[in-house]
């Protein structure tokens, strides 16, 4: 787990980014953007046992030319059952912030209550380049990689403890106030010693339709493979609002219901953003 200093100074770097940003905003091709964002789901995940997750997480990132370097800092919040007397959780944080059942975990456990963890979670840093069309319906491209640092410990069941590894390509193209959108991305997933996980893909479709100048309303599908063997395949089904204020301030609200019992039954989302 990363020591008291290591995350004091990250936190700083967090807290200057945006005052540099400030100071550089003026640099030709050079655009900052900070986040703050909140989120609720919960499920059983095919279980008779239910979790219940909130994550707020600080996103902060900077644009230059085709290029855009983005952080997430987040901070979770997990219950979940223990047996009475004490023991192992019923759920644990498994790769890339997915929930999985804990295998030292007996269902049939008598007196289980539920038990709240909180902590931070792991970081998440991203690189991506785009390749924009030269006309304003032309298809646009992203390509990007992308590390979870295992910032967060693994004793809490917030964080595997190891660092995951992402591939990630995306395609746009506009149709006038609507636009299609695919993406796909490949995970090499950290492997702690006791837990045999696999690699996984991802995959989704979007559209969203501008139906006034500043609101935008999308609806999205996505799946991912389960990183242990013989496990079920996340299905998700997500409705976005989002509207953009003049001032650079742009506010997105969503909905996702899951499809499988590797998703969240059901989750919210609210999340504020500003660019300079």
């Known amino acids: 787990m990363m020591q008291p200093i290591s ?81 192992v959780r019923a759920f644990r944080v498994g790769p890339k912030g997915r929930i999985l059942l804990n295998r030292r975990f007996l269902v049939d456990q008598p007196l289980l209550v539920e038990q709240t963890v909180r902590g931070v979670g792991d970081v998440t840093a991203t690189l991506t380049r785009s390749f924009h069309a ?9 390509l990007g990689a992308q590390v979870k ?58 559209a969203s339709w501008r139906f006034m100048p500043a609101s935008r309303l999308g609806l999205s599908v996505g799946l991912e493979t389960s990183p242990e063997p013989g496990g079920v395949a996340a299905r998700s089904v997500s409705l976005t609002y989002s509207y953009r204020f003049n001032s650079g301030l742009r506010v997105q609200a969503s909905l996702t219901r899951g499809g499988s019992d590797g998703a969240p039954d059901r989750s919210g989302g609210l999340s504020v953003s500003y660019g300079f």
């Open 7 to 87: 995350l004091s100074a990250l936190a700083l770097v967090a807290m200057a980014l945006p005052g540099v940003g400030a100071a550089q905003s003026g640099s030709p091709g050079l655009r900052w953007n900070s986040s703050l964002s909140a989120s609720h789901s919960s499920g059983d995940y095919g279980t008779p046992l239910t979790s219940r997750s909130r994550d707020t997480t600080l996103g902060l990132s900077v644009e230059f030319d085709q290029w855009e370097l983005g952080l997430r800092l987040p901070y979770l919040e997990q219950t979940s059952l223990v047996p009475s007397a004490g023991g």
């Open 134 to 142: 030269n006309t304003r319906d032309g298809l646009s491209w992203d």
């Open 149 to 206: 640092l295992p910032v967060s410990g693994a004793d809490k069941d917030l964080s595997t403890g190891q660092a995951d590894y992402s591939l990630l390509a995306g395609a746009t193209k506009p149709f006038g106030d609507f636009s299609l959108g695919a993406n796909v991305g490949y995970t090499i997933v950290g492997k702690p010693y006791d837990e045999n996980y696999r690699n996984t893909w991802s995959g989704g479709l979007d």
